[in-house]
């Protein structure tokens, strides 16, 4: 048996089998709740959260599309899978199809008599779980009463033939129930009593306020507000900067939605502060801490991972001058980096280099990112994160708070120094013509977890028993859909751009946020920014979402191009994937080319060089001339190809983590050695120059932003082997440039047929070597001759129309 509030004065029971008698269950509530109204559910009301009902002896799976808004069902239809067909039910057979009840249209796939009674009397329990004709696994809602855990993290539908919807009963209560109580359900049997508590969650995680929340000064008083739904009380502690020994103490009033607030009678910018929050443990559905200092979500500023926060008064703090414009998806080229790796090696960088040593390098003429000619800067997580001591190392992919910068990368952050040190790195971007793109991580937090002693339940994925789940690898969720959870996210987001002028977002993990939120973020952000870039993570441990994100303005990064790529350039890809990937993975992965960014190393696991090098135990610190060719080969077809090509520092100039794959602690080894850039810098002027071409107008055909007709392309290539040339704008559709590319990934040269192209027409500027624009001297290893395309061992070429 299971409960659960759908509201304050109202639930839903469901009984372990179906009740077949006319009298009501035997049911009653514990006092001081009493039971005004108990009557059976409807029982398509039940398939509603059932997914499954039997209608007059058929049994009948059902898909709600309200349930899943941002499914385009007509376009992507669900199916039903689950241990009946071996969790293999993307086809005819097991898709579900639109039927109208009472005007409001439901998918259904009802089961034939067969079917039916082998459904109905597996000797195993029966599992099942809606996924799309595209694969898209679609996750069970909380509010279902069989939802069950498989085990391994799953939620999956438990189907029981004993529960067909006649188990069900809608409960009415004579009084409102509050968020923080624990009433029973009780069910008399054979002169015994069974107890089940009534779960809150439901109602739980409806619960907004629009109030603005942290620590505000206005109007000289400072306003503390935090959202804590199930609190029982919360007090604030705050102090000046410099005399933590006496902090005054006052206690938030709770205004009845959830939100606490105390108004302070004077401005307190500059101050450090904490909350501590009160409430019952009756489950394990909270762990309220009255002692544990909690580090305010909507803190500005921090001066720590634990706190406390810093009070920024932000008619003190300068806004940026004006909106910086970044260019379009298709018109960037990306470098990712660390805050630190830039400039570590630097003579000048000192013991904890951060956002002032990084804006000074950017502004110097020996910036690298300038040198190399990227117009975007991405940059991993700079919001306050889990660190012991601001001078070790870490990556940043643990955070603690969603709106301060980093303590770590500013000079003085008891002071509240980061507003100003980030500001200055921001435009220290902007002057050198570099957006900034920020790695955002929204789908977990790090420790000490502040979230969770405001409200376990409502802030994190958990299962009813209050058991938290981890598809992020990192110890918990949060629970993005819940409304505070999902405004938190969206506020942070909106006060980087609007206090900072930061320029986009690649959210981490994107899938776990769902695309429900994401789609939000989108409508929320996109007037806020117009120009604002939108990058997803689309996968996590539980799945991938990048098709579901096709109608929107996301750029998904896309992990089959980085795996094609580091096979291909050992020959073992194929003519086929390469054609996909430099027409902008068109299909199920993108709509038009902007949605794809192209990639073939990021901060995790191994980096480029190491992953391909000939070298034993992947270690490229000492390249081999073949590491370095299919290096360059790599770069001519990122470069080529339709979409949004991202660069890891230094892959340019050959770094090497000495085979080193997980390096998120690792300072040492991720740091940027300059003289590598001298030592290999002929692959660093090519992919220089690639850039420079790629973002010229003379490149504006790799550039496309939108669905190429088909005869944009022409693809030439030789039987079964992977070589490949292709011909740009070859009809002319568009206003650019004609271009002629061809890749060849095997150690032997390979003659390519390419009938009805004039090789007079074109002039080469670019081998597997060198990248010279003004034209290479005639090469008799590229030869054109009658039709026939010759293309070197472990190379790429560049033509352009000559003029």
């Not at 027409?583 to 073939?600: C, D, E, K, V």
């Amino acid at each position: 048996m299971e409960a659960y509030w759908t509201t304050r004065f109202d639930g839903v029971v469901g009984l372990s089998k179906d009740w077949v008698v006319p009298e009501l269950p035997p049911i009653e509530l514990s006092e001081p709740v009493r039971l005004k109204r108990l009557m059976r559910m409807d029982i398509r009301v039940w398939a509603r959260y059932s997914g499954y009902f039997c209608d007059k002896g058929t049994w009948v799976f059902v898909f709600w599309p309200e349930l899943y808004p941002d499914l385009n069902w007509s376009e992507d239809p669900p199916c039903v899978a689950g241990t009946f067909n071996e969790w293999n039910g993307c086809n005819d057979k097991w898709e579900l199809h639109p039927e109208s009840w009472d005007g409001e249209t439901v998918l259904v796939l009802r089961l034939d008599d067969a079917l039916g009674r082998d459904l109905a009397a597996s000797p195993q329990d029966v599992e099942f779980k809606f996924v799309t004709r595209n694969g898209n696994w679609l996750e069970v809602p909380a509010e279902v009463l069989n939802r069950r855990n498989n085990g391994s993290g799953h939620f999956n539908y438990h189907f029981s033939p004993e529960r067909t919807g006649l188990h069900v009963y809608h409960f009415v209560t004579e009084e409102p129930v509050s968020l923080t109580g624990h009433e029973l359900l009780t069910w008399t049997e054979a002169g015994n009593v069974h107890s089940v508590g009534i779960g809150r969650w439901d109602f739980l995680l409806k619960e907004l306020s629009t109030r603005k929340l942290g620590a505000q000064v206005h109007g000289g008083k400072t306003i503390f507000s935090l959202f804590a739904p199930r609190a029982t009380g919360v007090d604030v502690e705050f102090w000046p900067a410099d005399d933590a020994g006496n902090p005054t103490r006052e206690k938030l009033t709770s205004l009845g939605d959830g939100t606490w607030e105390v108004v302070y009678p004077r401005s307190l910018h500059g101050w450090h502060y904490h909350y501590f929050v009160t409430g019952e443990n009756a489950d394990e559905t909270t762990e309220f801490d009255e002692k544990f200092p909690i580090l305010d979500p909507y803190a500005l500023a921090a001066a720590g991972r634990a706190g406390p926060g810093v009070i920024v008064d932000e008619a003190v703090i300068r806004r940026p001058r004006s909106q910086y414009v970044p260019p379009a998806p298709t018109n960037l080229v990306i470098v990712e980096g660390h805050v630190r790796d830039f400039v570590a090696k630097l003579p000048d960088s000192g013991t904890r280099p951060g956002f002032r040593e990084l804006a000074a390098w950017i502004r110097s003429p020996d910036c690298y990112l300038k040198r190399l000619g990227v117009n975007a800067l991405e940059l991993q997580p700079v919001q306050e994160f889990d660190v012991e001591e601001a001078e070790n190392y870490h990556w940043g992919y643990m955070p603690n708070n969603w709106f301060a910068p980093a303590s770590a990368y500013c000079r003085d952050a008891a002071g509240g120094s980061q507003f100003v040190d980030f500001r200055d790195l921001v435009d220290a971007c902007h002057e050198a013509g570099l957006a900034v793109i920020l790695d955002v991580v929204y789908n977990h937090v790090g420790e000490p977890n502040h979230l969770l002693h405001v409200d376990k339940q409502y802030y994190f994925e958990t299962s009813h028993d209050g058991t938290m789940s981890n598809w992020s690898g990192c110890g918990n969720d949060i629970r993005a859909t819940a409304p505070m959870a999902r405004r938190l996210i969206v506020d942070s987001m909106r006060h980087w751009i609007e206090q900072f002028d930061v320029d986009g977002f690649r959210l981490d993990l994107a899938e776990l946020l769902g695309t429900r939120v994401l789609y939000e973020i989108e409508q929320e952000l996109r007037p806020v920014k117009p120009g604002l870039i939108l990058i997803a993570e689309p996968w996590s441990f539980r799945g991938h979402i990048a098709g579901a994100l096709r109608n929107s303005s996301y750029t998904s990064w896309n992990d089959g191009y980085r795996d094609f790529f580091a096979n291909y350039v050992h020959g073992s890809g194929n003519a086929d994937g390469l054609r996909y990937f430099l027409s902008g993975s068109m299909g199920s992965f993108t709509n038009h080319p902007g949605q794809t960014l192209n990639y073939t190393e990021s901060h995790d696991d191994r980096c480029w060089l190491d992953r391909i090098t000939e070298n034993a135990h992947n270690d490229g610190t000492v390249p081999t001339e073949n590491d370095a060719r299919r290096t360059r080969l790599m770069g001519a077809a990122l470069f080529a190809s339709l979409g949004v090509p991202m660069l890891a520092a230094g892959q340019d100039f050959l770094r090497s983590k000495g085979g080193v794959s997980n390096t998120y602690l690792r300072g040492d080894i991720n740091a940027l050695d300059y003289a590598r850039m001298e030592q290999f810098r002929a692959t660093h002027e090519y992919f220089r120059s690639w850039i420079g071409f790629r973002l010229s107008e003379a490149g504006a055909a790799l550039r496309i932003d939108k669905v190429a007709g088909r005869g944009f392309f022409r693809f030439f290539q030789a039987g079964h082997m992977s070589a490949l040339a292709a011909w740009y704008n070859a009809d002319g559709q568009l206003p650019a440039s004609p271009l002629f590319v061809a890749f060849n990934p095997h150690p032997y040269p390979v003659a390519l047929s390419v009938p009805g192209v004039d090789a007079g027409g074109f002039r080469q500027i670019a081998d597997g070597g060198q990248f010279l624009p003004d034209g290479l001297a005639p090469n008799d290893t590229y030869a054109w001759q009658g039709g026939i395309l010759t293309i070197p061992a472990l190379s790429a070429g560049l033509w352009v129309v000559r003029k």
